[in-house]
Nanobody
Framework: QVQLVESGGGLVQAGGSLRLSCAAS????????QAWFRQAPGKDREFVAA????????YYGDSVKGRFTVSGDNAQNTVTLQMSSLQPEATAVYYC??????????????????WGPGTQVAASS
């Protein structure tokens, strides 16, 4: 059974930084892509960042470019998200996602078969 588990969420003051990590287990074959999404209360799930292990990218949502950095280890099925200059609008539950198959659109949540339970990130003003 595939499991994704996020860690590293928490509360920071505006302008602060956090580092999220995602570990995948239960699968003998690597993923084609891993990503981060977030969902704030009352809003749709939003694409944050992704890595496509076949090359290209990394890819970022427009609202986080220049402030967030995604990295990972394909052999270990781990991915991290370094977030800096966090502002209150970044407050959301952050989800790790993975896709084992062919990827058409990295920014589309429907691309990903596996999801973690999410970790809360909050930035106070």
């Amino acid at each position: 059974q595939v499991q994704l588990v996020e860690s590293g969420g928490g509360l920071v003051q505006a302008g602060g930084s956090l580092r999220l990590s995602c570990a995948a287990s239960g699968r003998g074959v690597g993923y084609s892509a891993q990503a981060w999404f977030r969902q704030a209360p009352g809003k749709d799930r939003e694409f944050v960042a992704a890595i496509h292990w076949s090359g290209g990218g990394p890819y970022y949502g427009d609202s986080v470019k220049g402030r967030f950095t995604v990295s990972g280890d394909n052999a270990q099925n781990t991915v991290t998200l370094q977030m800096s200059s966090l502002q209150p609008e970044a407050t959301a539950v952050y989800y790790c996602a993975a896709s084992p198959g062919f990827v058409v659109d990295l920014t589309d949540s429907a691309t990903y078969n596996y999801w973690g339970p999410g970790t809360q990130v909050a930035a106070s003003s």
